[in-house]
Structure formats: structure tokens, C-alpha cells
């Protein structure tokens, strides 16, 4: 049971990144299990912040094996671009990085797709990072996707061609320009660079260092209220965000998983479309998006803010089976008189505890309201000395999902994380 999972519970960054880079000393290797460049992780330290989209982030702790899996999609121009502004020499990181020959690619035409579909959609639109992660996945799926180990085959090419022609032909039908070869050159820049990595089948690798006692933990990206089957569907994202995912996104079986982190920040955000019951389209919500720099770290969107909501906490520890919540960004919650958590819904009316199946449901948030806390939280390092208000805001939280938070983040930076 040496295999552990760090998922997010919401709508995305919750601040996974900044978690895995915390907790990486505990383990050997780390392993990213699905989504693609739509994931967008920030670390910080040293003063410096990074932003990590495809590659694993424990990338930055020598003497750690990083692994992208099966799961995942790879956009090769993403991962050129990445692993040039990461700061270690490309040789250092072809130590530190291998990658599953069963991971499908993005092409460039899946880009243009996601584009074509988003504006057939209109009013509807996804609000997608346009990362071609849908139809990357979708062609995955239909059984006519290219895989990372294809690189490294002779009929490439063949395969390349054919798959393109078959997008541009479905490309006739939108009114979308769909020119691939202005993002061809910086594609097969990346296949090249790729191939100077290891492209192995990864799940004989984690299985074989996992036996031997090497600790895992998978990072999983998005969030589970954007997971395929779970999530407000269709606003969601193309891959298994819970922590089933892992499983099928690295070839591991759910006998070997030991904890299950959930991730979750002190109040809610969402980026893109769909349904968030808590959202406050009003100045608390400005100030949210201000103090807690709600911007996202793939898009630069502003993110959409609004309080912590229980009854979809509660359902995400539920799916995923959560042993440890850890939580962030209380930090940004400083200086708010009262800050409310919701918990229960009243929809069409009528009271309710679960998220409704129906995305045009009318979700009225039901509120508790507690006492805030003023003072500034970031230079804090140990649970006793957090502000009473706050242990009771914790409190209260565990109290209602039974699970205990045994990490408090209070700041961007690596060591602004209180161990309870
Ligand atoms: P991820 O996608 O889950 O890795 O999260 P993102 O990196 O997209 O978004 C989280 C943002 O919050 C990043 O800018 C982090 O640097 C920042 N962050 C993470 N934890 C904390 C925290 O406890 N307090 C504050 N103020 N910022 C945090
Ligand atoms: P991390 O890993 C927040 C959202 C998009 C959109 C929907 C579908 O940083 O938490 P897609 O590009 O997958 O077609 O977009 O999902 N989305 C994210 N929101 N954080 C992410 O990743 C996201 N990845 C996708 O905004 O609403
Ligand atoms: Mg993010």
C-alpha cells in the first residue's frame, strides 16, 4: 500500500501543485495520471513562481523520479516549451523524467477542433483552455489515437498524415480556419526533444519500483466536480479526475492505493462554464478573485469566486474515498468579518444534500455563517497558533465531512504549510 493519491476536490486549482511540491520529500516518485496542458500547477520557492502544465510536479527535488502515465495527453510543443523554462538542464531532466508509451498525443488539428467545437457551441460553450484535451481524448476513445510510443516508430509519419487528414476532413464542416502547419514546426520540435526521454511502458516500471518499496504518490489534475462521469456534466473536462482514475492512468491496482489526499481551498473558484451554486457575483466575490489572485495559471482567466460548499465537498470525499483533507488558502479568507460555508442546498424549493443530476437546477445555497479572523496567517507554522476562529472554522469542517484536515496551507510558498 505504498502508493498514495493527491486529487482536487473542486473545480480545479486548489492548489495541488504547490501541495505535491510540499510532500515530495515523502516519496520517489511522482506520477501524473490524466489530463494534459490544460492543468496549469503553480509551485513557489526561492521567490519564484512556476507553472507547471504536463510535467509531474515533483520535477524541481533531485533524485526524484517524475512519471507521466498512460492517462495523460501530451502536447509536444507544450512539453518542449515546459521543459526549456524549467531551469534544469535538459540532461538533468531526461534523469528525472520518463513518460508512458501508452499516452496519447495532442495533435496539432485536436487544438483547431476544440476551437471548431467550442464556437459551434455558442451560448453553450465549455468556456474549454482550448488545450485540445476533448478531442485528444475523444479520438483515444473512437480507437484512432496516436500514442507517445508511436514516436518511435517507422510508419510515424503514416500514421501522422493520416490521422491529420481525418481532422481536417471533419474540419470542413466548421467554419474555423484550419491551418495546423503555423503549430507543426514547435510540434515536431517537441517530438525530437521527446525522444531524447525515456518512453517505456510505465506500468511495469511503477509496479516493479512500487514492489521494492518505492512510495508513490499520483497527482491528479483538475477537479473532481470536473471529472467526466461526476462532474456538472458537460461542463466538465475529458478524463477520470477521481481517484479511480489513477487506477486505469497508471496501470496500478486499487489494492496497492494507501491514502487518498483531497485538496481543497477555504472557499470555492471555478474557470470556464457550468453550474457553482456558491459563486458571488458581487463585491465579496471581487474580493476573493483580488486577495487570492484568482486569475488562471493556464489562461489568465479570471477565476469565478464563491464559499466553501459542503454538500459538494462531501460528495467528492465520497467518490474518491478521501482519507486526509488538506486545505488552502485560508490565508485569503483573513479579515472577512464572518465567512459563510454552505451546507444544504434548496433546489426548485425544496431542501437537499445532493448535488442535483440536472444541470439547469435552481440551487439556492443554504449558509451557515461563522466568525472570521483578522490576522495575517502566512508566517504561522504550527496548528496551535492559527486563530481560534479559524480552528473552529476547521472544526467545523471535519465535524461535517468526518475526515480530518491534516494540512493547512497559509501562503503560495513550499514552506507556508502547517502539518497538524
Ligand atoms: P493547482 O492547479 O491545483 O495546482 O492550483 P493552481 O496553481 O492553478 O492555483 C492555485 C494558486 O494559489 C497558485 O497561484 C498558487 O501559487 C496559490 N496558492 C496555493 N496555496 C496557497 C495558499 O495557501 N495561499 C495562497 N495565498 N495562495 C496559494
Ligand atoms: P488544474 O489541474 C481549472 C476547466 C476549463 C473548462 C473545463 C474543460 O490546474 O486544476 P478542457 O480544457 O479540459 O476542455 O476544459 O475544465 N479546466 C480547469 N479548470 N483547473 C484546471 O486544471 C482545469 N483544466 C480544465 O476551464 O471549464
Ligand atoms: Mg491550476
Not at 467526466?228 to 496497492?256: H, M, Q, W
Amino acid at each position: 500500500m505504498n502508493i498514495d493519491i493527491l486529487l482536487g476536490l473542486q473545480w480545479g486549482d486548489e492548489g495541488k501543485g504547490k501541495i505535491v511540491d510540499a510532500i515530495c520529500p515523502d516519496y520517489d516518485i511522482i506520477a501524473r495520471f490524466q489530463g494534459g496542458p490544460n492543468a496549469g500547477h503553480s509551485l513557489e520557492f526561492n521567490n519564484k513562481k512556476h507553472v507547471l502544465h504536463l510535467i509531474p510536479s515533483g520535477i524541481f527535488h533531485e533524485n526524484k523520479l517524475n512519471l507521466i502515465g498512460n492517462g495523460v495527453v501530451i502536447d509536444p510543443s507544450v512539453f518542449k516549451t515546459e521543459i526549456e523554462e524549467l531551469g534544469p538542464s535538459t540532461d538533468e531532466l531526461i534523469k528525472r523524467l520518463v513518460i508512458s508509451t501508452r499516452a496519447n498525443l495532442i495533435l496539432p488539428t485536436h487544438r483547431i477542433l476544440d476551437s471548431a467545437y467550442e464556437c459551434q457551441k455558442g451560448m453553450t460553450k465549455i468556456g474549454s483552455t482550448l488545450k485540445g484535451i476533448g478531442p485528444a481524448y475523444t479520438d483515444k476513445a473512437s480507437r484512432n489515437g496516436m500514442r507517445a510510443g508511436d514516436i518511435l516508430r517507422n510508419d510515424f509519419m503514416e500514421k501522422y498524415n493520416s490521422l491529420k487528414e481525418r481532422h481536417l476532413s471533419i474540419l470542413k464542416n466548421y467554419d474555423m480556419k484550419s491551418d495546423p502547419s503555423k503549430y507543426e514546426a514547435a510540434w515536431f520540435e517537441g517530438i525530437e526533444l521527446m525522444k531524447k526521454f525515456r518512453i517505456v511502458n510505465t506500468e511495469y516500471l511503477i509496479n516493479e519500483l512500487s514492489l521494492k518499496g518505492k512510495k508513490v504518490l499520483a497527482e491528479g489534475a483538475q477537479g473532481t466536480l470536473l471529472d467526466i462521469d461526476f462532474g456538472s456534466y458537460p461542463y466538465v473536462t475529458s478524463s477520470n479526475t477521481i481517484s479511480a482514475g489513477a487506477c486505469t492512468g497508471l496501470g496500478i491496482s486499487p489494492k496497492r492505493i494507501g491514502e487518498i489526499f483531497g485538496i481543497f481551498k477555504a472557499y470555492c473558484t471555478r474557470v470556464g462554464t457550468g453550474p457553482f451554486p456558491t459563486e458571488l457575483i458581487n463585491t465579496t466575490g471581487d474580493t476573493l478573485r483580488e486577495i487570492g489572485h484568482e486569475f488562471g495559471s493556464t489562461t489568465g482567466r479570471p477565476r469565478r469566486c464563491g464559499w466553501l460548499d459542503l454538500p459538494a465537498l462531501k460528495y467528492s470525499i465520497m467518490v474518491n474515498g478521501v482519507t486526509r483533507l488538506f486545505m488552502t488558502k485560508a490565508d485569503v479568507l483573513s479579515g472577512f468579518k464572518t465567512v459563510k460555508v454552505c451546507t444544504s442546498y434548496k433546489v426548485d424549493g425544496k431542501e437537499c444534500i445532493e448535488i442535483p443530476y440536472m444541470i439547469d437546477a435552481i440551487i439556492e445555497p443554504v449558509y451557515t455563517e461563522l466568525e472570521g479572523w483578522n490576522e495575517n496567517i502566512s508566517g504561522i507554522r504550527n496548528y496551535q497558533g492559527l486563530p481560534v476562529s479559524l480552528k473552529r472554522f476547521i472544526d467545523f469542517i471535519e465535524k461535517e465531512t468526518r475526515v480530518p484536515v491534516t494540512r493547512v496551507s497559509v501562503g503560495a510558498d513550499r514552506e507556508e504549510t502547517i502539518i497538524r
